[in-house]
């Protein structure tokens, strides 16, 4: 299928969601993952509209980069090595897998301007994800305010990969009850507004419990 009218099924599932949650669709950014698709396809989903797209691997991010540029903002979302921030610094807008101190030290010495960071937390408790636990969040941030080049923008969460909308909910529920927690300590380097949670299985849960940012692959660019 074309991506416009994937985008289209998407953006009216998006409506639906946020009309039951009493919020507005357009508060719901989609970062369309095309870590698994060409550049070609990429380029077909900002074509169709998408503002904002999401890579795993640096050369991924780097190797479409050099063809879309900056018709797009630019979303690293994928575990980030120390070693590679270096590389790639310079092509991320938005880095959401800030989940140590080394990682945030290394971001803050290479960038030349605050970076758009999210902290990665594991709320699942699953032994195969990356991220913090929850009880290490607010310490963590709060150790970040001699980073000038890191700001925290909000958290992010893989939820788990079950059939289980309950237990979907709970997590993000939990990720938005933390993101408030942060919220409410009024640190000028962490605004902490933005939640990125739900993917093409489970976006319609995120937004209910409030995501701001929907990581969006299969269901928008396809396999």
Known sequence: MKVKDNLAAIKQKIEQAAARAGRKAEDVTIVAVTKYVST?????????????LGENRVEG??????????????HFIGSLQTRKVKSMIEYADYIHSLDRESLAKEINQRATKPVQCFVQVNVSGEESKHGLEPGEVI??????HRYENVQIGGLMTMAPLTDDRDVLRACFRQLASLRDEVQALNLPFAPCSELSMGMSNDYDIAIEEGATMIRIGTALVGE
Do not use: T, Y
């Not at 310490?139 to 970040?144: K, Y």
């Open 61 to 74: 991010i780097i190797e479409k980069h050099e063809v879309i540029g900056s018709q797009a903002k630019w």
């Open 40 to 52: 070609d396809r990429a380029k077909e989903a900002v074509e169709a509209g998408i503002g904002h």
């Open 139 to 144: 310490p963590f941030i709060e150790s970040l």
